[in-house]
């Protein structure tokens, strides 16, 4: 991510050497990093796997694409639902033909974290336990079954329903309830 180059003033700004170490991304970095993972993914995996995590990649950055808009028709809604049912399709494609086939692991920054956390807990409880020998890195799966990708199917009948995202706010109705 760090050879891609910046784009105009506020578009994509230069990501930094370790993308994957990131933490508290705001929105538009997680849009800079999936405008940009196309071309950064491509040729990192053997085939057919390149192919499926190109695949996704495309269908969520269209999806974001729909999901953006400020304005819809009914024919970018009926497209955005499209969109939707191959990013679905995606989703299974991935998770069945490539997850399986490669193990992942917390990355070293995450492990340490994570003993680190324990130490904390176990100093607190009033044990002693050491917590730099024997720190073993988990093992993750992808998971499908949540809440996150479930709800994308109902975004489309919600913009039918509510309108764009950018119609309503949750902080009109805090502010109205916080004066009372």
């Known amino acids: 991510f760090q050879l891609v180059p910046t784009f105009g003033q506020d578009t994509i700004q230069r990501f930094s050497n370790n993308v994957s170490g990131l933490t508290k991304l705001a929105a538009r970095d997680f849009e800079d990093i999936l405008q940009c993972a196309i071309p950064v993914f491509d040729r990192l995996l053997p085939e057919p796997y ?7 990649l495309f269908e969520l950055a269209t999806w974001h694409a729909f999901g953006k808009l400020r304005m819809h028709t009914e024919t970018t809604l009926f497209h955005f639902g499209n969109c939707t049912t191959c990013l679905g399709q995606a989703f299974r494609k991935f998770s069945q ?32 336990e050491n917590t730099t020998t024997g720190v073993a890195s988990k093992c993750h799966v992808f998971n499908m079954s949540t809440y996150k990708l479930h709800v994308l ?28």
Do not use: H
């Open 50 to 56: 390149n192919v499926i995590v190109l695949d996704l």
């Open 153 to 180: 199917g109902g975004y489309v009948k919600s913009i039918w329903e509510f309108g764009t995202m950018d119609n309503y706010s949750t902080q009109v109705v805090s502010g109205s309830y916080m004066s009372c």
């Open 97 to 128: 033909d490539c997850c399986s086939k490669f193990t992942t692991y917390d990355l070293p920054c995450e492990t340490m974290a994570c003993a680190r956390q324990r130490g904390a807990q176990s100093a607190k409880m009033g044990t002693v």
